[in-house]
């Protein structure tokens, strides 16, 4: 069975950094692509990051792109989201996510989701 | 990034279809077949329903079905039952940033 278990949301104060971890078990975790998507409260999902299943590939949304740095330990099975210059507007529950597609051939579809861990920036 | 476009909100009867509409642009649903559809339930994760415009996961209900269109695809739930009342999300790949875009999200009204 798949589990993706996020650990690491807490209340943070703007301008502070987090990181994110999120412990992933029941598939082989080097074969496969991962997301970060976060939902902020009472809104819809909006996709953060990704990074391929080797680390060589990452991409973010222009909204965390040059804040956030997502990473990979492969040897742990666990994937991280070092978020810095935190924002109010980043405060979201983050979901760590498998994609469906093994190896080279990430396609974007996520189907597996975990329980999500809720980031709260506020002074 | 720029979401997708998906109506607020649908509703429909017990036993009747509804579709939810998700409209993007050439550079994302029209032009590649890496459009999902995900269902969320209260407090609760999301869940994959359709990847690839048309295709069901293993254990997704066939009364849930995808299509496309041009720059629009569609989700539509047949036999709808009190069960499927809960918010969908589209999304795609988008070729503007290499990444991924959602839509806003509909929330499905059984009534």
């Known amino acids: 069975e798949v589990q993706l278990v996020e650990s690491g949301g807490v209340v943070v104060q703007p301008g502070g950094s987090l990181r994110l971890s999120c412990a992933a078990s029941g598939f082989t975790f080097d074969d496969y692509t991962m997301h970060w998507v976060r939902q902020a409260p009472g809104k819809g999902l909006e996709w953060v990051s990704l990074i391929s299943w080797d680390g060589g590939s990452t991409y973010y949304a222009d909204s965390v792109k040059g804040r956030f740095t997502i990473s990979r330990d492969n040897s742990k099975n666990s994937l991280y989201l070092q978020m810095n210059s935190l924002r109010t507007e980043d405060t979201a529950l983050y979901y760590c996510a498998k994609d469906m597609g093994p190896g080279n051939n990430w396609n974007y579809v996520i189907d597996y989701w975990g329980q999500g861990t809720l980031v709260t920036v506020s002074s | 990034q720029s979401a997708l476009t998906q109506p607020a909100s649908v509703s429909g009867s017990p036993g009747q279809s509804i579709t939810i509409s998700c409209t993007g642009t050439s550079s994302d649903v029209g032009g590649y077949n890496y459009v999902s559809w995900y269902q969320q339930h209260p407090g609760k994760a999301p869940k994959l329903m359709i990847y690839d415009v048309s295709n069901r996961p293993s254990g997704v209900s066939n009364r849930f079905s995808g299509s496309k269109s041009g720059n629009t695809a569609s989700l539509t739930i047949s036999g709808l039952q009190a069960e499927d009342e809960a918010d969908y999300y589209c999304?795609?790949?988008?070729?503007?940033?290499?990444?991924?875009?959602f839509g806003g999200g509909t929330k499905l009204t059984v009534l």
């Open positions: 999304s795609s790949y988008t070729s503007s940033s290499s990444d991924v875009v």
